[in-house]
């Protein structure tokens, strides 16, 4: 499995079920790969093995699919989670989507509805890739600038002028003028409200992928 695989992991112990669904989604091109249990999921499971989602039984004999989503976000897992419930289930799916799941189903449903969730599940998955591609890539940037450059950064987005950073620093305008265009050429900036935009949309994604 590599990084950009993006599967759906169907966990239930009905057989009959399972292949349904398997057979639903497969029709419809999807990557799909199933499990009898909670336990045979994590058993599988590895960390970074490519993007998914999970269509997820959430009452089961043994771990059941809601403490397998709650060992799921111990780990730090961000797969959207799609719940497959039963009528006297729904509050318990309801309060597992408040937690962070994206979606539940309630038995019986239709087709329709199933590939309705799963095409906003991979459409998250998607988004979180990109994300994670913005900062990666602002952090492949910021690792080329000097000490120097950094700290001239930090007070051009603080929105100090010239002969204020050179005050701050030590240095002439001269030299912050040097240091500021080698910054702006290696993080790629067109203008100071770029670099700023860009910046603070790292800060924030990393604080959301944390």
């Not at 093995?49 to 961000?78: F, H, K, T, V």
Request: proline share 2%; hydrophobic share 40%.
């Amino acid at each position: 499995m590599t990084s950009t695989t993006i599967r759906i992991h169907i966990v239930d112990d009905d057989e009959a079920f399972r292949d349904s669904l398997q057979w639903l989604l497969e029709s419809h091109d999807y990557q799909v790969v199933c499990h009898d249990s909670a336990e045979g999921f994590l058993a599988a499971y590895r960390p970074g093995q490519g993007s998914g989602c999970l269509i997820l039984d959430i009452r089961m004999p043994g771990m059941s699919g809601l403490q397998l989503y709650e060992e799921l976000q111990a780990r730090g897992n961000q797969w959207p989670v799609i719940f497959i419930t039963g009528h006297g289930d729904v509050p318990m799916a309801v309060q597992a989507v408040k937690r962070g799941a994206h979606d539940f189903l309630e038995k019986p449903f239709n087709q329709e509805a199933l590939l309705a969730a799963v095409d906003s599940a991979l459409a998250a998955v998607e988004s979180v890739r990109q994300s994670e591609s913005g900062v990666q890539a602002c952090e492949a940037r910021l690792a080329t600038l000097t000490a120097r450059e950094r700290e001239v950064l930090e007070r051009v987005i603080e929105g100090k002028m010239n002969k204020v950073i050179a005050d701050d620093l030590g240095i002439s305008i001269k030299t912050v003028e040097a240091h500021r265009g080698k910054m702006m050429d290696k993080m790629g900036a067109r203008s100071i409200a770029d670099l700023v935009q860009t910046v603070v949309a790292y800060r924030q994604q990393k604080g959301r992928l944390a």
